[in-house]
């Protein structure tokens, strides 16, 4: 069973910090990871995708990979109550087309 | 990306009923998936549609209970079928983009489903 693991939360934040998000997953050969943001009562929307090792930056998002230790991260940056979400961390089955998702991180942005 | 109608948007059903839900895109597509989201918890895959053919079932999931259709490549239907409580639940279609995208899930407003 393919797998994608994250902390519940809630991560709380005073707005200005930077938060982390961290997710791993099992499935050593998986290429593709999404960062998804849901706020509450809506639907997931993707907000970046990584490839390969390192990071990548998009605004006040980081989004960092390491295929060795089957490990994602996003950073925000100068968080704001509005991103006040729940991140959902998604990898892309190498075995065909679906996408699986992790549990998600409740984030709280304090103003 | 793609712009995906979902519908209803909520209901509230009786035990043993039946509830169609509908998803229109925008543009033609392969592949449409149907997840599941039950409350607090993240998105599971019910079926993959495909246009021509039947769908894909993830483990746990059965076409007697979960019937879908996909007529053309721009709709779906998903049916939950005698529905219990243990139904209650986010169901969401959703889309890849297209050409380089193709990866990235767009996904449909959501039905939300209670079952008395």
């Known amino acids: 069973q393919k797998e994608v693991e994250q902390n519940s939360g809630p991560l709380s934040v005073p707005e200005g910090a930077i938060a982390s998000l961290n997710c791993t997953y099992s499935?050593?050969?998986?290429?593709?990871f999404f960062w998804y943001r849901q706020y509450s009562g809506k639907s997931p929307e993707l907000i970046m995708s990584?490839?390969?090792?390192g990071d990548k930056e998009d605004g006040r998002f980081t989004a960092q990979l390491n295929k060795a230790s089957q490990y994602v991260s996003l950073l925000i940056r100068d968080s704001q109550p509005s991103d006040s979400a729940t991140y959902l961390c998604?990898?892309?089955?190498?075995?065909?087309?679906?996408?699986?998702f992790g549990a998600g991180t409740r984030l709280f942005v304090k103003a | 990306s793609a712009v995906i109608s979902q519908k209803p948007s909520r209901d509230i059903c009786q035990r043993g009923t039946s509830l169609t839900i509908q998803c229109q895109v925008d543009?033609?597509?392969?592949?449409m998936f149907w997840y599941r989201q039950q409350p607090g918890q993240s998105l599971t895959l019910i079926a993959t549609?495909?246009?021509?053919?039947?769908?894909?079932?993830e483990s746990g999931f059965v076409i007697d209970k979960f019937p879908i259709s996909r007529p053309n490549l721009t709709f779906s239907t998903l049916t939950v079928s005698n529905m219990s409580p243990e139904d209650s639940s986010i169901y969401l279609c959703?889309?890849?983009?297209?050409?380089?995208?193709?990866?990235?899930?767009?996904f449909g407003s959501g039905t939300q489903l209670s079952v008395l």
């Open positions: 959703s889309v890849a983009g297209r050409g380089a995208t193709n990866e990235k899930l767009f």
């Open positions: 499935d050593r050969v998986s290429q593709s």
């Open positions: 990584i490839y390969s090792n």
């Open positions: 998604a990898v892309r089955d190498t075995g065909g087309f679906k996408t699986i």
């Open positions: 543009s033609q597509v392969t592949m």
């Open positions: 549609a495909n246009q021509g053919s039947e769908a894909t079932y």
